[in-house]
């Protein structure tokens, strides 16, 4: 029985934070966009994705294969903005399977938004936003970029993935 971790991500702050949990636990790490990346070799699966607009980037990878998915599925992982809330959690019920989600624990994490790494238009669409966020806080970190990663926010992640290995080894071992 073995595990890996498959995240999606655009910017590099979910990839930065499957790195940790995969130092921390040993779990493999695959970008679901890479050719190789083929999550019926693992028994159990951590997803990792980012939030971007509103909705989670892995949900259409996450649609196309639910069925590989939804078994195996341990955890998720979400990098966003905002905070933990049902703000967050609105927009991870709208963007997965209610299947999926029921079955797994979803952890959020704080992730990071640098001006100088995206496009112009993107710069641009972040700054509009940001005259229409009702919330001033939310509205400063899309006007201003904002960095919130925070290596010790895995530990939950990687004491569930260590449960997860103990009873592998206990059914293993019995
Ligand atoms: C174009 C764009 C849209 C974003 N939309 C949201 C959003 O709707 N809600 C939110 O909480 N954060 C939003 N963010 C912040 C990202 O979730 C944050 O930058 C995250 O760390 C990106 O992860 P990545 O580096 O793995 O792509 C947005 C960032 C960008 C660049």
Redesign the pocket.
Known sequence: MKGAIFFS???????QYSKWISEATGLPVFDIKDAGADPSQYDFLILGS?????KL?NRKWVKKNLAILTDRSKALFS????GAGDK?NG?VANSLPTELLSRIEHFALS???DHSK?SWW?RL??QIGALFNPDPEASKDERYGFDYMDKSSIEPIVRLIEQLHTVIKSKNDG
């Open positions: 991500g655009k910017y590099g702050s979910t990839e980012s939030i971007l607009y509103f980037t990098v966003s903005g905002a967050l927009w992730g990071k938004l995206v993107v669409i972040l």
